[in-house]
């Protein structure tokens, strides 16, 4: 008997018990390994799935904003006051929405002219309102006629 009262086994014996203890502290690291691996991968779905979220959250907060500046631009042009009621005309209107700053710009499509579409006189007027010279306006109708005319051979026909 051994002083704290275990009997001792003979040397094959205390080596297979030697290896037994070695093999379960393999296994103890290999589970820990596991363990550590397993952690990581939560901490980083977490982060990823932290990061999804705040992007939802940020698109969700810009698409209330530009609601907002729609609505208030409805308003703008609606309000029962002249003088105060907004206009169509390109000005930018700034406004603050939630701790957002908003620029506002209103603008008429139906005073814009497509220069594919639109008659060849309504687009010399357009260019004699800018000052353009007889020379320079005859240059840009013409360059604007050829580019019709390549745009519509080059258009297969069904």
């Known amino acids: 008997m051994t002083p704290l009262g275990t009997m001792r086994e003979?040397?094959?014996?205390?080596?297979?018990?030697?290896?037994?203890?070695?093999?379960?502290?393999?296994?103890?690291?290999?589970?820990?390994?596991?363990?550590?691996?397993?952690?990581?991968?939560?901490?980083?779905?977490?982060?990823?799935?932290?990061?999804?979220?705040?992007?939802?959250?940020?698109?969700?907060?810009?698409?209330?904003?530009?609601?907002?500046?729609?609505?208030?631009?409805?308003?703008?042009l609606l309000d029962p006051i002249v003088a105060a009621r907004w206009q169509a005309d390109g000005r930018i209107y700034n406004r603050q929405y939630a701790g957002r700053s908003l620029a506002i710009i209103i603008e008429d499509e139906g005073g814009k002219i497509d220069v594919n579409t639109a008659p060849i006189e309504l687009i010399a007027g357009l260019l004699n309102e800018f000052?353009?010279?007889?020379?320079?306006k005859a240059l840009i109708t013409q360059a604007i006629l050829d580019r019709r005319a390549q745009f519509v051979s080059a258009t297969p026909v069904p």
């Open 10 to 76: 003979d040397s094959s014996g205390s080596q297979d018990v030697r290896r037994e203890h070695g093999f379960a502290l393999i296994l103890v690291i290999w589970m820990l390994a596991l363990l550590a691996l397993l952690g990581a991968e939560v901490a980083a779905d977490s982060r990823s799935a932290a990061v999804v979220s705040r992007s939802r959250l940020d698109r969700m907060q810009l698409q209330a904003s530009a609601d907002a500046g729609v609505t208030l631009a409805v308003m703008g």
């Open 131 to 136: 000052g353009v010279d007889r020379k320079q």
